[in-house]
């Protein structure tokens, strides 16, 4: 006989009697306390979530015109009596023209343009009107005339990158009013972009060179590129792989399999933890005291960036691995040891491969925080501005070289209104590789992963 039909039995009341169909005070306050505790749950998912896409949708609508450049296209007439005036054809003769010296051959190449009857110069000059391409096309006609010296004295046709206040004109940055009060710019110039839009010489396409191309200067927003920053951030991501990975999972197979549990391995525990939360800037100074003034590393260079982000990267990496050999159940180690195996048998032919997915996740979200880092790279030099190509590993890994996230950095800090539009394109690119990152540690944990 229970307590209640006890109570019942001897006639005495019971503070919960009555149906079980029937809703007490009490039940429906624990209801609706958990019914408004719902209700919070999904304005916070709700919130995060607007956050999110208000956070995209800034980003895309403000970089994706980023990987759209405007183009104008002339074909240039490569005078010999101004390129190479020896004849020879010699590459070294052909290289001691300037840059200024091209500029004749594309003003020459407007006043072609402008023998067409849809296009007349009106409040304009052939100088200003030569303004509306970008300063780095006489750079580009003299690339190509020293990589293909026989086509001197040829007419040919080129695509030369619009100047950033046109290109800004079709993206609507700049307006007819705003170019009145525009020193860079003139209303007749726009004028004369819409003439060249309508006869065909001026497109608006997709624009390779802004992944391939190296920084540029202040003058020429248009030709900027992040060719430099993605090669220096996967040449420090290679670092970061070759040395944190080895060394964080052998001392996290030797401090969660092997090292005896006392004081010391207890202090070395709560130092890894404490590591994991240290600001990544404190990293950046360790580089720069110990790596760069003490070791004598150059400054701006992928191996020293690649240091930095692996001491950074090695406590998640430990932490990670850690948490994954202890989900390997025990029965597994004893059983290996129960039919004759050594200790490192059963770690390295059973433990291991079991705990190898939360290993490799943990890893690839250890380089996809690395890669998004900022302050200790800007710390070690790697806010320089660098216009030449890093050479192929090793010896690229102590050129100089940017970083994806230095590059935005750099491009914020640039008045022209162009490169706000290619520091949005280059977050664009930076979240592409942190999701590609993220899909394949979720792709890892899905194909190799073992249920008990």
């Known amino acids: 006989m229970t307590d209640l039909t006890a109570s019942s039995a001897a006639g005495g009341a019971s503070p919960h009697s009555g149906s079980l169909l029937t809703i007490d005070p009490l039940t429906r306050k624990r209801n609706a306390a958990e019914s408004r505790f719902r209700i919070y749950g999904i304005v916070a998912v ?27 296209r002339m074909e240039v007439y490569l005078d010999p009596a101004r390129l190479d005036k020896v004849g020879e054809r010699n590459p070294d003769d052909i290289a001691k023209t300037t840059t200024f010296g091209y500029l ?36 580009q006609l003299r690339r190509f005339v020293i990589a293909n010296p026989d086509r001197i004295g040829e007419t040919v046709s080129f695509d030369f990158l619009a100047n950033g206040r046109i290109d800004g004109y079709y993206k609507g940055r700049v307006t007819m ?18 003439q060249l839009k309508e006869a065909g010489l001026l497109t608006t396409h997709f624009n390779w060179d802004f992944l391939t191309n190296a920084d540029a200067s202040e003058t020429r927003p248009e030709a900027a590129g992040l060719g430099v920053a993605i090669l220096g951030s996967l040449y420090m991501m290679m670092v970061v792989l070759v040395l944190a990975l080895p060394i964080g999972v052998a001392a996290s197979i030797y401090l969660e399999e092997f090292a005896p549990q006392n004081r010391w391995t207890d202090i070395i ?42 001491l950074m990267t090695l406590p998640t990496i430990i932490i990670a691995t850690r948490a994954s050999l202890k989900s390997v159940p025990p029965s597994i180690r004893n059983a290996a040891l129960g039919v004759g195996a050594s200790k490192m048998q059963a770690v390295f032919h059973h433990v291991l491969p079991l705990a190898a997915p939360g290993i490799l996740t943990g890893t690839i979200i250890g380089l996809a925080q690395a890669l998004g880092e900022t302050a200790p790279l800007l710390l070690i030099g790697m806010v320089a501005f660098v216009r030449d190509y890093p050479a192929g590993p090793p ?33 664009i690119v930076l979240l ?18 073992r249920r008990w």
């Open 395 to 427: 010896e690229g890994l102590f050129d100089p070289a940017s970083a994806l996230p230095v590059q935005v950095y750099n491009f914020t800090q640039r008045a022209d209104p162009a490169f706000v539009e290619r520091a949005s394109g280059a977050i």
């Open 104 to 139: 004749p051959l594309i003003e020459k190449s407007f006043e072609t343009a402008f023998q067409r009857p849809e296009i007349g110069l009106e409040g304009i000059t052939v100088k200003q009107a030569a303004k509306l391409i970008s300063a780095e096309a006489p750079a």
């Open 177 to 194: 009013e705003t170019a009145q009060v525009d020193s860079n710019v003139s209303p007749e110039q726009l004028q004369l972009a819409d």
């Open 46 to 72: 709700a919130i995060g979530v607007l956050a999110l896409v208000a956070l995209l949708t800034s980003v895309l609508a403000n970089g994706l015109s980023a990987f759209n450049q405007t183009f104008i």
């Open 432 to 449: 592409i590789f942190l999701l590609f990152m993220n899909a394949v540690a979720i792709l890892l944990r899905r194909r190799f992963e």
């Open 269 to 310: 525990e709560v130092n890894i933890s404490n590591l994991a939360a240290v600001p990544s800037i404190v990293f950046g100074i360790l580089g720069l005291a110990i790596f760069i003034n003490f070791a004598g590393l150059p400054q701006s260079a992928p191996i020293v960036g690649g240091l930095v982000l692996t």
